[in-house]
């Protein structure tokens, strides 16, 4: 089973990805960032708390670079998918504006 990454990266993952979802999604009181068997599960929370499945990191073992996977409502599950970039790889701030955009309307 692979395994998460150490404790100190995640918890500058979900630094990283509360910083960046601050400042262009200010609806939002946190993003979620739950670790299982190599991945780490990605989620908004409302101000209201509802709680919205973003997508799927896949730890590669590099603290920049995570596998992408969109949550899809119409399945209740996450589909590897690509980036704007054309990747199916990318920065977590990326996979988080990819995911964002579809979710979260347009940033402010």
Request: glycine share 14%.
């Given at each position: 089973m692979p395994k998460n990454p150490p404790e100190s990266m995640?918890?500058?993952?979900?630094?990283?990805?509360?910083?960046h979802a601050q400042?262009?999604?200010p609806q939002l009181a946190r993003i979620d960032v739950r670790f299982r068997a190599?991945?780490?599960y990605v989620a908004?929370?409302?101000?209201?708390?509802e709680e919205l499945p973003l997508?799927?990191?896949?730890?590669?073992g590099v603290l920049h670079t995570w596998g992408f996977a969109l949550y899809l409502a119409s399945?209740?599950?996450?589909?590897d998918n690509y980036l704007l970039?054309?990747?199916?790889?990318g920065s977590p701030e990326d996979c988080l504006d990819c995911a964002g955009?579809?979710?979260?309307?347009?940033p402010a």
């Open positions: 995640q918890h500058h993952l979900r630094h990283r990805l509360n910083t400042a262009r999604w190599g991945f780490a908004a929370e409302l101000k209201d708390g997508c799927r990191l896949r730890f590669t399945r209740g599950g996450y589909q970039t054309g990747l199916p790889i955009g579809l979710y979260l309307d347009t």
